[in-house]
């Protein structure tokens, strides 16, 4: 017996989750319209500009989310004083979104320099059964998002007894420690029950991952030799080994989304077809803390943390090996964009346009990640 699970991308049998089954698009409706709010960034590299889609939210004070998956190219239209921006997204199993926002819909600029828009939604009918989450505002706009922190059951003990979350130095692959920030780490999964979901969270039983370079092909059957035939289009990623077994007790944790950094990103160059972006690890959700930060909470309630800004965003180019991995090597990765410093400025909207064709990236200075052994 099968479900196809439309919160969480993934069709779950007996024994594991397959996620992402269908090709993205693949059922594309965006025929209803709906009213909601997108969170977004504007980020650079040399000679591009994207505006990143990070939250799609569905309602008002208390409301629902969306996972998206991988987005389009903005298309901005600008007649007189009015700005139009159109971004298209990929939600679970082959669902569409176009979201759709004007530079008078900014409601407010955040501290972690992303924006939150009123906006239109247009998708299928049945838009409901796609919603990932639940969240609410606080009376500053602020989103706070309901995930998920699993552990092992003592140490879900120690966590409620002491009512502290304690960071860890290693990064999200679990393979490197970081020397100038911690992490806390949630999911929007609400259980690690298989081995698919441990790979959602970049863990596995045999502590590797497996990848495949854009416009390459390999049989859905790879031989006992894949690593040597396949060597140039295939990358084997070492992740944390892990069993579910340690991830069987949970703890449920309101989260201000401000606190959170955004995920890594893939870009396809698929043969033929538009380019388009993929979240990497669209599942774990980071708070970065300073060294040796914890987080103390009360009520399940995890607000103001004193997080670090987060400042760029690693984009791979999937038609290289390297940059398959470069979302993982944030410490020797060249494939990095950096984040427009909007609070205090303008709207996302009005900034594309009095800053076009300007190198916004060459002098923005950043503080990389720092990894020791």
Not at 232 to 256: H, M, P
């Amino acid at each position: 017996m099968t479900y196809k699970n439309k919160k969480l991308n993934r069709i779950e049998f007996s024994l594991d989750n397959v996620y992402n089954p269908y090709n993205y698009g693949e059922n594309y409706d965006i025929s209803t319209e709906f009213d909601g709010y997108i969170k977004c960034k504007l980020i650079h590299k040399k000679g591009a500009s994207i505006i990143l889609p990070e939250l799609i939210i569905i309602g008002e004070k208390n409301f629902n989310w969306i996972q998206h998956f991988t987005f389009l190219m903005n298309l901005l239209v600008k007649d007189n004083d009015v700005i139009i921006n159109s971004i298209y997204v990929d939600i679970a199993l082959g669902a569409t979104l176009k979201i759709q926002f004007q530079n008078s819909d900014l409601q407010q600029v955040f501290k972690d320099n992303s924006s939150l828009f009123k906006c239109k939604i247009y998708g299928p009918k049945n838009l409901s059964e796609y919603y990932t989450g639940i969240g609410y505002f606080d009376d500053f706009k602020t989103p706070f998002l309901k995930i998920f922190h699993h552990t092992k059951e003592e140490f879900k003990k120690m966590i409620e007894n002491s009512l502290t979350l304690k960071s860890s130095k290693w990064n999200f692959q679990g393979t490197k420690k970081l020397n100038n920030i911690n992490f806390v780490y949630f999911t929007s999964i609400d259980k690690i029950k298989t081995p698919g979901d441990l790979k959602q969270i970049a863990m596995s039983n045999d502590g590797k991952l497996l990848f495949v370079k854009d416009n390459y092909y390999v049989p859905q059957k790879l031989p006992s030799d894949f690593r040597e035939k396949y060597k140039d289009g295939i990358l084997e990623l070492s992740v944390y080994r892990e069993s579910t077994e340690n991830r069987k007790a949970t703890i449920n944790f309101f989260v201000d989304s401000t606190n959170l950094f955004t995920p890594n990103i893939w870009m396809h160059k698929p043969d033929g077809e538009a380019v388009y972006y993929e979240l990497c690890n669209p599942y774990i959700f980071r708070l970065g803390l300073e060294n040796e930060g914890n987080i103390e909470y009360i009520n399940n309630l995890i607000s103001s943390t004193g997080t670090p800004i987060q400042e760029y965003v690693v984009i791979g180019d999937c038609t290289k090996l390297s940059g398959l991995e470069a979302p993982y090597d944030e410490e020797n990765t060249s494939e990095v964009f950096k984040i427009e410093p909007l609070l205090g400025k303008i709207n996302i909207l009005d900034f594309w346009f009095e800053n076009g064709n300007q190198d916004l990236y060459s002098d923005k200075k950043i503080s990389r990640f720092k990894f020791g052994k």
